[in-house]
């Protein structure tokens, strides 16, 4: 599973202005509804009943919010760098300013198990981070995120 599998260019927003957790959220299950051709509130609150069980801040200004829906064929991430960075109840309590969303078929079992651990890994980079929070294009941090589990890889 490569991050190349799950994004695209129009996965991609470069300067997200959200200014909570809840707006962040369905922001990108509005993107997200466009990209996978299911209804934003489907996707919006399947990603809420996953922040109800537990925060998917996972610290370092990163959060990885995921779900499973049913009429997914396969699948979808997207990747989104707020403006500014926003409360979203991490493990370390700092705010958030890189989010990886990921969607999976609910049939998906180990693929959205390794999906999430292939980006966590690329995302606990500190410099790919660095890198991240350093350009403020779609295409540039497409880019990035392609070039570097490109080199993970190798």
């Known amino acids: 599973m490569e991050i190349n599998d799950l994004i695209s260019t129009e996965s991609v927003v470069a300067n997200l202005h959200a200014t909570s957790k809840k707006q962040a959220i369905q922001d990108l ?4 509804a466009g990209i996978t051709g299911l209804h934003e509130r489907a996707i919006f609150e399947v990603l809420m009943e996953r922040e ?4 998917t801040g996972v610290g370092n200004g990163i959060a990885i ?8 064929d396969k699948l979808y991430g997207l990747f989104a760098r707020l403006e500014k960075p926003i409360d979203f109840q991490s493990i370390d309590e700092q705010p958030v300013d890189l989010i990886f969303l990921l969607l999976a078929p609910e049939t998906a079992g180990a693929d959205h198990l390794k999906a999430l651990a292939r980006v966590s890994r690329l995302l606990r980079d500190k410099t790919v981070c660095d890198k991240l929070r350093g350009t ?4 540039a941090l497409y880019a990035l995120l392609i070039e570097e589990t490109a080199h993970q890889a190798a």
């Not at 299950?29 to 997200?32: I, L, R």
């Not at 919010?65 to 997914?72: E, Q, V, Y």
């Open 29 to 32: 299950a509005k993107k997200a």
């Open 52 to 55: 109800r069980l537990g925060t």
């Open 65 to 72: 919010p995921h779900g499973k829906l049913a009429n997914l």
């Open 136 to 139: 403020d294009q779609s295409e």
